[in-house]
């Protein structure tokens, strides 16, 4: 199975292909040929409008689960996860766990089930501790993981190459922890 979770940074509506068509052009390149089965993308700006006009970003027949990126606050986010069609009858249930920030769909894949994350966390410190909170509440209990996203912070400075350096610490890090745990336990 291949996984591919992207930050696009904003997808665009249709009025801008100009500066987003590239985007979703460069997101077809690298899934024609390649044997991609899911896709997270997170960050994709589209409010639920958008996503509901939006259609298929992806070439062939995908399974598209959008969850909207403009919050009653105007704060902008999205996250999204595609299956290719080989896995339709594999999906036991979707869920969006956080709306624009984490959404979870469940395959059975064999004789296990197999929960399939995309996160996208807030920016502020303080925001990800309440984030790492409600995610944990909010967490189907399950055995098998695939995790992937934008986090938004690392646990080692070595994790991180450019950007600016977010590294948790104090709650944050006792949070984050509590979801780790919950995730190997």
């Known amino acids: ?23 979703r052009l460069e997101l077809q390149k690298v899934l024609i040929g390649n044997c ?9 700006h589209l409010c639920k409008r958008r ?11 995908w399974l598209t689960y959008w969850s909207p990126g403009v919050g009653n606050n105007g704060s902008q986010a999205g996250v999204c996860i595609a299956f290719a069609e080989k896995w339709k009858t ?19 894949i064999g004789k296990e089930n ?10 502020s410190a303080s925001q ?24 938004n912070m690392v646990e080692d400075p070595c994790d991180r190459v450019g950007g600016r350096l977010t590294i948790i610490h104090g709650q944050e890090l006792a949070e984050w922890e509590n979801l ?4 190997t336990y």
């Not at 199975?1 to 985007?23: A, C, D, E, F, T």
């Not at 991609?36 to 994709?44: K, M, N, P, T």
Request: hydrophobic share 45%; net charge positive.
């Open 180 to 183: 780790i745990f919950k995730w």
């Open 128 to 151: 990800r501790i309440l984030f790492w909170k409600q995610l944990l509440r909010t967490l189907p209990s399950l055995d098998n993981w695939c995790v992937g996203g934008d986090f």
């Open 36 to 44: 991609i089965d899911i896709l997270f993308l997170q960050e994709h």
């Open 90 to 108: 594999n999906i036991i249930r979707y869920e969006e766990l956080v709306p624009g920030k984490a959404q979870c769909i469940i395959l059975d």
């Open 51 to 61: 996503t509901d006009n939006y259609g298929s970003i992806l070439p062939g027949y």
């Open 114 to 123: 197999v929960a399939f994350l995309n996160i996208y966390a807030p920016n």
């Open 1 to 23: 199975m291949r996984i591919i979770s992207w930050n696009v940074q904003g997808l665009g509506g249709p009025q801008y292909k100009r500066l987003r068509g590239r985007l």
